[in-house]
């Protein structure tokens, strides 16, 4: 009787253990790993022309936020995003590009507070045209709609540091009308969550202006 307590109790410390590791696993430890690369994926280049003329109309540069609600990752970068918009707002045109997973994108700019124009983006075409498939990233493109730097807002998850501030860093040589800067592999290997993640079934809308 003794023996089966003790093979009971073991059993149940090893189920603990390794139910909190695959929570520190899920909720952690996978986003300070690069995001596997998808099936089929083409990378754009530096200096190629992305395919989507309307957004550079305005004549003004484009920062294109790729921003998933249920991506902790993206949770986590919205203030240094919207410190960004305030910062080169007057010279960069911003929009937050959403999963067309995203029902609601009204309640999204409210929850978050986000105050830059909106795309919901089907069938990934905008993520596709830059070369992006991880949350959240930045694509910046000059005033012809060339791909001036798609990449990570920081090294850190939580953005805070300032050293590896990548998209800031590429905002400031943008709008100075400098080459684009080769912030290495830290910059440019993706982090984060995969597109496809989703926690819930959504509507899918075109890819539009909201």
């Known amino acids: 009787m003794h023996y089966a307590r003790l093979t009971t109790t073991i059993g ?19 986003y300070w790993l690069p995001t596997p690369i998808p099936p089929h994926y083409q990378s754009v280049a530096v200096g190629q022309v992305v395919s989507a003329p309307d957004l550079t109309r305005s004549g003004k540069p484009v920062l294109l936020h790729f921003f998933n609600p249920d991506c902790p990752c993206s949770r986590f970068n919205t203030e240094q995003f919207q410190s960004l918009a305030k ?61 001036y730097f798609r990449g990570n807002y920081n090294q850190s998850r939580y953005c805070t540091a300032e050293k590896t501030a990548f998209v800031k860093m590429a905002l400031a040589s943008l709008v100075a009308g400098q080459p684009a800067p080769l912030l290495g592999l830290a910059a440019t ?12 079934e959504w509507s899918g809308l075109p890819l539009k202006l909201e």
């Open 189 to 200: 290997d993706s982090y984060g969550c995969q597109l496809s993640e989703t926690t819930r």
């Open 87 to 147: 910062q080169y707002g007057d010279q960069v045109q911003f929009y937050a590009v959403l999963p067309e997973t995203t029902a609601s994108p009204g309640a999204v700019a409210e929850r978050f507070a986000i105050t830059v124009p909106m795309l919901v983006d089907s069938e990934k075409r905008l993520a596709k045209a830059c070369g992006v498939y991880s949350t959240p990233q930045a694509a910046l493109l000059d005033r012809t709609g060339k791909l």
């Open 12 to 30: 149940l410390v090893i189920i603990l253990f390794t139910s909190i590791g695959y929570l520190f696993w899920r909720q952690e430890m996978r």
